[in-house]
């Protein structure tokens, strides 16, 4: 009789395969490259989550390997960025975007968005990115569309950045100070493959997909990769021979054979990462690693905004805020659930190894949250 597999044995499954409980010390592009895309909304975290899953790496290691072109950012899928290797968006990028860009036509039309003023952009970054450094921060880029005609105030501009990011003509580079410059995608990073042809490019990144965040179900494919579930389902069902399935309260989940025959099941682990974290954001159902209960306090208000999280076993058990010192970093952990000794001790532990990848020791405070339902 197989095993009987339970909510719980998903979380720490899911660490083991997103290489969180384990991490490999590699660089961040093959980090990256591993999970096929990562959450990339909020820069710093998303450094911090590229390093999370690099072993020894520092972050001025994850900035290198975008400044040398080895990660990009775009918004490949569901309107977000996302952190990933050049070779995977350029993947990535057709499977989804005709039913993205068809959802933005209203919003289009009231920012005055036309096909025509989108071209008219694109000739115009790309003569900017021609000349000069070939980089431009988001100010700069703004104002080649201004010169050109084309408005950028109340969001149209983020609009017509995103339009051309989706065409696979710009993308998130190098640094310019915190922030990332606008390179043009082919110039930047050149391809050095063939894109597959769309359904092989399906059943790679469902394979993909299934291998870096398993157990997952065909429904958390199709929403992390804006997908039709007929898609979705059929490139689950071309590699399924590659993935062993689980059963869960009568619900089947894909995952690497590997990560079942590997994972400790039986072995603690405290971990923090960063807000929208792949961990938390790379479900549709996240109820195997947040507890309903405390939904509200991983994002307050339903705003969209995930705070970074505390995660014992795979499961989130509370919150932390970061203040960046000039010689160290202000952290204040506020835990909705008590822990052991030795998971303080964890806790301790997993913040000096972000204080090592920023390179500034961590000032560390710990409160408990009482909320109705906490345990």
């Not at 499954?13 to 590699?26: D, G, K, M, V, Y």
């Not at 950045?161 to 922030?179: D, N, V």
């Not at 997993?350 to 500034?360: D, H, I, L, S, V």
């Amino acid at each position: 009789m197989g095993r009987s597999w339970k909510q719980s044995d998903i979380a720490r499954l899911r660490l083991h395969a997103q290489e969180i409980l384990t991490a490999a010390e590699r660089d961040p592009a093959a980090a990256v490259d591993a999970m096929t895309a990562m959450q990339g909304q909020d820069l710093p975290g998303t450094l911090w989550a590229i390093g999370l899953r690099t072993g020894a790496r520092t972050e001025a290691d994850v900035r290198d390997a975008f400044d040398t072109g080895a990660i990009v950012r775009s918004w490949p899928m569901r309107g977000t960025l996302h952190a990933l290797t050049p070779g995977t968006l350029r993947m990535i990028l057709p499977l989804s975007r005709d039913r993205l860009v068809t959802s933005l036509r209203a919003r289009h039309r009231e920012l005055g968005i036309t096909a025509s003023d989108i071209a008219d952009a694109a000739r115009a970054a790309e003569a900017g990115l021609s000349t000069g450094s070939g980089r431009l921060s988001r100010t700069e880029l703004f104002a080649v569309f201004e010169a050109a005609g084309q408005p950028t105030a109340g969001q149209r501009g983020s609009h017509v950045a995103f339009m051309l990011a989706q065409s696979g003509l710009l993308c998130l580079g190098p640094f310019i100070g915190k922030e990332q410059a606008f390179v043009l995608l082919d110039d930047w990073a050149p391809m050095t493959t063939t894109v597959p042809d769309r359904d092989e490019a399906l059943a790679t990144v469902a394979l993909r997909y299934f291998r870096s965040h398993g157990p997952a179900t065909v429904a958390d494919f199709a929403w992390w990769a804006r997908l039709t579930l007929t898609d979705a389902r059929s490139s689950a069902a071309a590699i399924s021979d590659q993935l062993s399935v689980i059963d869960v309260d009568g619900t089947d989940y894909f995952v690497a054979p590997e990560v079942i025959e590997n994972t400790p099941l039986a072995k603690p682990s405290v971990r923090v990462l960063p807000g929208f974290d792949e961990l938390l954001l790379g479900y549709t159902d996240r109820s195997a690693v947040l507890d309903p209960r405390h939904s509200a306090l991983i994002v307050p208000g339903n705003n969209g905004v995930f705070k970074a999280t505390v995660v014992v076993n795979g499961h989130v058990v509370g919150t932390w805020l970061r203040r960046d010192r000039a010689k160290a970093v202000d952290v204040t952990a506020q835990l909705f659930q008590q822990l052991s000794p030795t998971q303080e001790r964890d806790l301790v532990a997993a913040f000096e190894q972000y204080g090592t990848f920023r390179g500034k020791p961590v000032e560390l405070k710990v409160v408990s949250l009482e909320t109705s339902g906490a345990h």
